[in-house]
């Protein structure tokens, strides 16, 4: 079982942070939590990925919770252009041996000017 | 750098017809998968290739198959559409075939069955 559990949408406000929360309560030891997101019309796009640690990378940060189960994606500031479906993905190696990402149905983010 | 390239960019079919996609990975990458997303779902694994070897399949009849080139590019071939099958078919790129590098995609092709 692949699931996450994110809110079905958010909004948010130009250049403020905004927190977007997965649940993964049944997470493995060696499952990593992968964040794509997909803009309109447009196919999905990587945006950070880890596996205990908090991460951060030029896009954004990745909070991870200590029992790992839940994390959250965070953008520091949002831009008309952080408008999208945003995928919360585990990916357990070893399991079938492929890159497979199970999508769920993300959250959708409406950033208002 | 190009990107994931896919092509064509929209298709329209008619039931019971075949169809080919196309797919020009990121130069380097050695890993192809194909994703089917249907209007207002994510997107669903259909097919990893990897080194010209099929590596995984999702839960699609055996109507999809797929081949992937020496040069790295791939296809993906439907055959005897139907209505369902009407939907943005998406290619991923990725260095290697392990899951915890970085997923590339194309901007898809959009395929209508009518």
């Known amino acids: 079982d692949a699931k996450t559990t994110q809110p079905n949408s958010m909004e948010s406000n130009e250049e403020e942070p905004v927190h977007l929360p997965c649940n993964h309560s049944?997470?493995?030891?060696?499952?990593?939590i992968h964040w794509y997101r997909q803009l309109p019309s447009q196919g999905p796009e990587y945006v950070i990925h880890g596996l205990t640690s908090n991460v951060n990378n030029r896009m954004a940060s990745l909070a991870i919770a200590e029992d790992r189960k839940s994390s959250t994606l965070i953008l520091h500031r949002a831009t008309l252009r952080d408008a999208a479906v945003y995928y919360c993905i585990r990916y357990r190696p070893g399991s079938g041996a492929t890159n497979k990402l199970i999508f769920g149905t993300g959250t959708l983010l409406a950033v208002q000017p | 750098d190009a990107g994931v390239t896919q092509s064509p960019t929209h298709l329209i079919k008619t039931r019971g017809q075949h169809v080919t996609l196309r797919c020009s990975p990121i130069s380097g990458h050695k890993s192809v998968s194909w994703y089917q997303q249907v209007l207002g779902q994510g997107p669903q694994f259909i097919f990893q290739y990897y080194e010209k070897e099929e590596r995984g399949r999702g839960n699609f009849p055996d109507r999809f198959s797929a081949r992937q080139f020496p040069n790295y590019s791939s296809e993906l071939n439907v055959n005897a559409l139907l209505l369902g099958d009407s939907a943005l078919y998406l290619c991923a790129s990725s260095l290697e075939w392990q899951g915890f590098y970085e997923q590339y995609f194309g901007p898809g092709t959009r395929l209508t069955v009518t």
């Open positions: 049944t997470i493995s030891g060696t499952d990593y």
